[in-house]
């Protein structure tokens, strides 16, 4: 019975430990308090790392993440696992001889879904095969940088609404060959035509606020001449890139890392040349509003 399961061991941040990190965890046991709990983790810690799970089991995978939210297959579907639609493959890895998923995602600082109204709540990520090379996601803490940001610049933005796109990383599939690049495009836009959001969020869990733009898809200051906008923007990636913000996750075997997708940007590390990698995703949402009001 899942109420008679043991409680897992839920470690906070702390000198020498950046992140949440979590062992024992039975991933089909997650009662909605315990779900809650580690809801919660992630809006206020914002990176969680579940230690010890047996990569090869998609459906206590998909059971977890259920239970922490509601899963949202990916908007263009040669990206979903052949068997489990929820769950994003990245991967230059063959299955049974024949192409899965998507290799090469996300090198670019951004936020997941921030091209459509609805930005997710979380990314959860598993590794399935890992690279000899290091692997890493690479994060930045968007709340840090709205506290650092200069008076001067966050002048600028503030009570400013900002256009997000994914236009530039629409990637080429197989069923484009012989077709127009005109009309690649005009599919394309009509698929993720893109969304306007405030350029400082409230997180609707903890009242926190954060910067809210990212070099990959804010495309423009709305109500700013194109000029003034792409200097402002270029200001803004500049300053919240510094290294000094940004936190390298490694990737372990056996781990599952999920993230607050509201105060965090990310970026995936590139894998070297010749070296095998896989990662499931899961796209979530809860049942809270992208930002409060
Ligand atoms: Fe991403």
Redesign the pocket.
């Given at each position: 019975m899942a109420t008679t399961s043991s409680q897992p061991d839920i470690r906070l941040p702390g000198p020498g430990r950046p992140i949440v990190e979590v062992d024992g965890l039975d991933l089909r046991a997650v009662g909605p308090e315990l779900a809650a709990t580690l809801r919660r983790l992630a809006y206020e810690h914002q990176i969680v790392a579940v230690h010890g799970q047996d990569p090869e089991d998609v459906d206590a995978y998909l059971a977890f993440a259920r239970a922490l939210g509601t899963p949202e297959p990916y908007f263009q579907a040669h990206y979903h696992h052949p068997e489990h639609p929820e769950v994003f493959v990245s991967s230059n890895v063959p299955l049974d001889g024949k192409k899965v998923g998507v290799a090469g995602t996300?090198r670019m600082w951004?936020c997941?879904y921030s091209f459509f109204e609805r930005p997710l709540a979380f990314?959860m990520i598993r590794p399935i095969v890992l690279p000899r090379a290091h692997r890493e996601t690479l994060f930045i803490d968007m709340r840090r940088v709205l506290d650092e940001l200069p008076d001067a610049l966050r002048g600028r933005i503030e009570g400013r609404r900002c256009l997000h796109d994914a236009w530039d990383y629409y990637k080429v599939q197989p069923k484009d060959i012989d077709r127009a690049i005109r009309e690649l495009i005009d599919e394309w836009h009509e698929a993720a035509p893109g969304a306007v959001h405030p350029a400082i969020v409230t997180h609707p869990a903890t009242g926190q606020r954060n910067l809210f733009v990212s070099r990959g898809f804010t495309k423009r200051v709305v109500d700013l001449p194109e000029e003034e906008s792409d200097a402002l923007l270029e200001e803004l990636f500049d300053f919240c890139e510094q290294e000094r913000f940004v936190h390298h996750q490694p990737w372990a075997e056996g781990d599952i890392l999920y993230w607050d997708n509201r105060s965090l940007i990310?970026h995936a590390s590139t894998v070297p040349k010749g070296e095998s990698s896989c990662s499931f995703r899961i796209s979530l949402y809860d049942d809270l509003p992208f930002s409060r009001a």
């Open positions: 996300g951004h997941d990314t990310h």
